[in-house]
């Protein structure tokens, strides 16, 4: 009875007060807590809570406001008449308050730098939107958040801006002297550019760089339909930590007037002949989104830099593996064979439905196995081309392959009209193996990637020698960057050969070319994946593909069917990298 009489007591006596009597109450417990670097937990959530119950009408009740999002980003702040300061160790905003609560004016100011307005910051605080504000506060908060001591943050802050000054000159020089060779300046710029296309950078905003778009005229509904997307590969330029110590750029290594080599690139001053200091740091591209990238490529990448990617941070896993992960579709089903072997169901505008097959087996090799790297390291703004190259080249393979393994899929039991499987060649390869129309022999279409801007396909056992329809196909592939589209095009492309009439002598002519290039045998491969060789001649029975349980086939052709060339040639490096010091200037 005593206990419930006190609580009572308590109910009248905070009956008549505001909600902002008690705000304060719970400031003056804060304020009183015994450890004041761990304030109460319990009484921090129950000011959280009142400051989104509160009405921002008032200056005290904006600063309030302000204050707590500031301690929620680790910021200090003060306050000085009607500004409010947010300030970090680089960087500090500056918030000018109204009498009724509203926002002025906003800016933000790096260290030793002058105060710069942030529209975008300002209209967050003028709608209230305090959620948006404080992860916009967090981004640049991690923009700023450089590591080591204070001598070393301010030496790092340094080095970064005579970078960030660097690359703007680089792409003041580049956009003069380019010819664009797309019908989009911004996506030439992107694809093609040296550099990409450089977003600058501001005191709100890192300066990031723009290197690939997939350059797609496939139709809208076709785009919906698979599931495609036209996103934008970026990557911002950071500072970061390292085991090791470099040697940074303390101001510009571009020579003056700038200059383009007979190449295109431009010409850079070695780190010798410039104010230089020695850091336990690297420069970083912080790759959005990050990008699945082969162990071939990742050790280029070190080529490239001689900055060693420590292999302990990289989890590696079949590169198809990696790019059918992410938030599953509604209507999306892949079928596992053998728990290895999935197949992937593509639907089509007009109701054809594909499926593809990648044989877990094939793609565990390692010229397949690949990471996810979402930031390459790199001490001079040299090596970005390259870097940027190789990048743009991994985007073009990942996009190809993506439009079959993470496209929108049929449900389970749907019936596939045609059927495909999808092997590795070389690590910058792939064949497709699949039915021609009204034959029971094997077709294989050979895709080969030599860089991000080449694409050639070539065509094998569809009864056709003519070059004009490879070099159809590897046009359509460049323009919509899409296997299954491309696929249907030449589906159609092969009918329409099937269908025409031959004249006696090109009759004559095909009939010996096709027994002069047919092999001994092919090989095909069944569910269970054991080879069965079939004599010249034969023709392949369609159940030797049937899946059980599927309508989906896994088909093969022997590597002695395909081109000599994709299978024995080493590697050629298309990134060589000239070293720093050997620039002409």
């Not at 420069?283 to 001689?306: C, E, G, H, W, Y």
């Not at 090596?383 to 073009?396: E, S, T």
């Not at 009209?417 to 021609?436: A, G, K, M, R, Y």
Request: hydrophobic share 35%.
């Amino acid at each position: 009875m005593k206990a419930k009489s006190r609580i009572s007591d308590l109910h009248l006596k905070f009956a008549e007060r505001s909600w902002n009597d008690t705000f304060q109450l719970v400031r003056r417990c804060m304020e009183k807590s015994r450890d004041e670097s761990k304030p109460c937990e319990p009484l921090v959530r129950s000011l959280e809570r009142l400051q989104e119950e509160f009405n921002v009408s008032s200056m005290n009740t904006m600063r309030s406001r302000l204050e707590m999002i500031a301690k929620q980003q680790g910021m200090g702040f003060h306050v000085t008449e009607a500004t409010c300061y947010l300030t970090a160790d680089l960087f500090y905003l500056e918030v000018v308050l109204l009498p009724c609560g509203g926002v002025e004016e906003v800016k933000v100011a790096p260290q030793g730098g002058s105060p710069t307005s942030s529209e975008s910051l300002l209209q967050l605080l003028r709608l209230k939107n305090f959620a948006d504000f404080s992860m916009k506060l967090a981004g640049l908060f991690t923009q700023y958040n450089i590591p080591g001591d204070n001598e070393i943050k301010l030496k790092l802050f340094t080095s970064l801006q005579s970078l960030g000054r660097d690359f703007q000159q680089i792409s003041n020089l580049l956009r003069a002297s380019r010819v664009p060779k797309d019908f989009d300046p911004q996506m030439d710029t992107i694809n093609h550019g040296r550099i990409g296309c450089l977003i600058a950078g501001k005191e709100d905003c890192p300066l990031t760089i723009q290197f690939y778009i997939a350059p797609t005229d496939v139709k809208q509904t076709d785009s919906q339909i698979m599931g495609m997307k036209a996103d934008v590969h970026a990557a911002q330029v950071a500072v970061g930590v390292s085991d090791v110590t470099h040697n940074l750029q303390m101001a510009s290594v571009i020579p003056q007037p700038p200059q383009l080599d007979p190449q295109g690139y431009p010409v850079f001053l070695p780190l010798n002949e410039v104010l230089n200091e020695t850091l336990p740091a690297c420069f970083l591209l912080k790759l959005r989104p990050a990008v699945p990238m082969i162990m071939s490529f990742v050790n280029k990448l070190s080529q490239i830099t001689d900055v060693t990617i420590p292999d302990v941070d990289l989890q590696w896993a079949p590169l198809p593996k990696l790019l059918s992960r992410g938030p599953p579709s509604p209507n999306s089903h892949g079928e596992t064979l053998d728990e290895q072997d999935t197949i992937f169901t593509v639907p089509l505008p007009g109701g054809v439905m594909h499926s593809y097959i990648l044989p877990g087996a094939a793609w565990e090799a390692p010229t397949q196995i690949a990471t996810v790297m979402d930031s390459v390291p790199f001490t001079h703004p040299a090596h970005v081309p390259a870097i940027l190259d190789l990048l743009r080249h991994q985007c073009v393979i990942n996009t190809l392959l993506r439009s079959c393994v993470t496209s929108q899929c049929a449900s389970p039991g749907s019936v596939c009209d045609l059927h495909f499987e999808i092997l590795p060649e070389s690590d910058t390869s792939f064949s497709v193996t699949f039915h021609p129309p009204d034959t029971d022999s094997l077709t294989v279409l050979l895709v080969n990637i030599s860089d991000s801007h080449q694409i050639t396909c070539r065509l094998f056992g569809a009864g056709t020698c003519d070059p004009s329809v490879d070099e159809y196909i590897s046009s359509v592939m460049k323009r919509c960057m899409s296997v299954p589209v491309t696929l249907r095009t030449l589906y159609r492309k092969l009918e329409e050969i099937a269908s025409a009439p031959l004249s006696p002598s090109h009759l004559a002519t095909t009939e010996a070319e096709d027994d002069q290039s047919a092999p001994s045998s092919t090989t095909v491969t069944d569910t269970n994946s054991a080879l069965t060789e079939l004599p010249q001649g034969a023709a392949v029975p369609e159940d030797s593909f049937s899946v059980s349980g599927s309508a989906c086939y896994a088909m093969s052709v022997a590597n002695s069917e395909l081109p000599p060339e994709i299978n024995t040639s080493p590697p050629v490096n298309p990134y060589p990298f000239t070293p720093v010091g050997v620039f002409s200037h």
